[in-house]
């Protein structure tokens, strides 16, 4: 199962959400995960491109909304 955790990793509350002990449950689910590293929210068009083959996003406050063109996609 491939993950997508869409917000800013490396700020703090990046690292509120996502400590060690959620990590630690969380990492051994995926066959691989992918982190936002661009240090800020995507911008839809990168949102867009960073789902294509995702299995489960995880998004929080400030994200992009997933609406129907994304939704579609």
């Known amino acids: 199962m ?3 955790l869409s917000y800013p990793r490396g700020n703090s509350t990046f ?3 996502y400590t060690q002990k959620v990590m ?6 995926a066959d691989e ?3 936002n590293d661009t240090g800020r ?3 839809k068009e990168e ?7 995702v299995d489960i996003v995880f998004t929080g406050w400030g994200a992009v909304p997933f609406d129907e ?4 996609f």
């Open 41 to 43: 929210p995507f911008t």
């Open 24 to 29: 630690d449950r969380l990492l051994p689910l």
């Open 69 to 72: 063109e994304i939704m579609a």
């Open 2 to 4: 491939k993950f997508l």
């Open 33 to 35: 995960v992918t982190y």
């Open 15 to 17: 690292d509120t959400f």
């Open 47 to 53: 949102l867009m491109e960073a789902i294509k083959g």
